[in-house]
């Protein structure tokens, strides 16, 4: 079984910084992506950024230039540095590991670490 877990999140200024932190466990063969969603009640949960087994990465529009997603030594961790952060930033973030287990390959999620950008 693989765990993800995510940490980080908090309350931060308009303009302030913060890093999410997200780690993968278990029995992992193989990661092929990580990757970092964002949700606020009501709406759908939205790609926030990506990277791929390769170290390629994708980033939604808003956030690019801002935020920065990367990897870990192991390879089955991942960070989502976030700066000049906005209001409209406020979500809780999940932490997405596509990977290879004894079960097939699969997406696992984490429990989610909420952003709050205010004033």
């Known amino acids: 079984q693989v765990q993800v877990v995510e940490s980080g999140g908090g309350l931060v200024q308009p303009g302030g910084s913060l890093r999410l932190s997200c780690a993968a466990s278990?029995?992992?063969?193989?990661?092929?992506?990580m990757g970092w969603y964002r949700q606020v009640p009501g709406s759908q949960r939205e790609l926030v950024a990506t990277?791929?087994?390769?170290?390629?990465?994708t980033y939604e529009d808003s956030v690019k230039g801002r935020f920065t997603i990367s990897r870990g030594n192991a390879k089955k961790t991942v960070y989502l540095q976030m700066n000049s952060l906005r209001p409209e930033d406020t979500a809780t973030y999940y932490c997405?590991?596509?990977?290879?287990?004894?079960?097939?390959?699969?997406?696992?999620w984490g429990q989610g670490t909420q952003v709050t950008v205010s004033s």
């Open positions: 990277v791929v087994f390769n170290g390629s990465t």
């Open positions: 278990g029995t992992i063969f193989r990661v092929d992506a």
């Open positions: 997405n590991v596509r990977a290879l287990s004894p079960l097939g390959v699969r997406d696992h």
